[in-house]
Antibody
Framework: EVQLVESGGGLVQPGGSLRLSCAAS????????MNWVRQSPGKGLEWVAS????????YYVDSVKGRFTISRDNAQNSLYLQMNSLRAEDTAVYYC??????WGQGTLVTVSS | QSVLTQPPSVSAAPGQKVTISCSGS????????VSWYQHLPGTAPKLLIY???KRPSGIPDRFSGSKSGTSATLGITGLQTGDEADFYC???????????FGTGTKVTVL
């Protein structure tokens, strides 16, 4: 059974940092592009970042470029999102997804003072 | 700001059919594959259609996808109350080097 389990969300002040993690199982993690997608309160799905199978290529939505970093550890079947200089508009449920086919349940990030 | 436009809502009675349109451009739908997702907020989104018209294992054939030019369409036949959710199209945008989702469509079963 495919499982993607996100962790690391929580409440953080504006300008702060958080690191999200995603533990994958049930599929060949190293063969999949991995992504982070978020949904802000009352809004639609928004793609945040993608990383190639070997980590050699990374893509980001414009609004997080220079602040967020996606990374992976294929030996640990894990995906990460380092989020710095957080803003109120980054408040959202963050989903880990493999190839946009497999999805986790999400972790809530709230940026507020 | 989404570059893929969908109607905000569609509705129909149980057993009926609905279609959801997704309008884009040559940089996304026109030259890349389209996928469709079903999402109940607070739960994991589900992939319904990939590569324009393919269904993953376990997705019933009541769900279908098509693409023509810079637009795509999701069809749902034999509408069930369990189909009530938000539906999103998505595609890679070659100009933005980014994946883009549609604005989302809420399906209501009357």
């Amino acid at each position: 059974e495919v499982q993607l389990v996100e962790s690391g969300g929580g409440l953080v002040q504006p300008g702060g940092s958080l690191r999200l993690s995603c533990a994958a199982s049930g599929f060949t993690f190293s063969s999949y592009w991995m992504n982070w997608v978020r949904q802000s309160p009352g809004k639609g799905l928004e793609w945040v970042a993608s990383i190639k199978q070997d980590g050699s290529n990374k893509y980001y939505v414009d609004s997080v470029k220079g602040r967020f970093t996606i990374s992976r550890d294929n030996a640990q079947n894990s995906l990460y999102l380092q989020m710095n200089s957080l803003r109120a508009e980054d408040t959202a449920v963050y989903y880990c997804t493999g190839n946009l086919a497999y999805w986790g349940q999400g972790t809530l990030v709230t940026v507020s003072s | 700001q989404s570059v893929l436009t969908q109607p905000p809502s569609v509705s129909a009675a149980p057993g009926q059919k609905v279609t959801i349109s997704c309008s884009g451009s040559s940089s996304n739908i026109g030259n890349n594959y389209v996928s469709w997702y079903q999402h109940l907020p607070g739960t994991a989104p589900k992939l319904l259609i990939y590569d324009n018209n393919k269904r993953p294992s376990g997705i019933p054939d009541r769900f279908s996808g098509s693409k023509s030019g810079t637009s795509a369409t999701l069809g749902i036949t034999g509408l069930q109350t369990g189909d009530e959710a938000d539906f999103y199209c998505g595609a890679w945008d070659s100009s933005l080097s980014a994946y883009v989702f549609g604005t989302g469509t809420k399906v209501t079963v009357l």
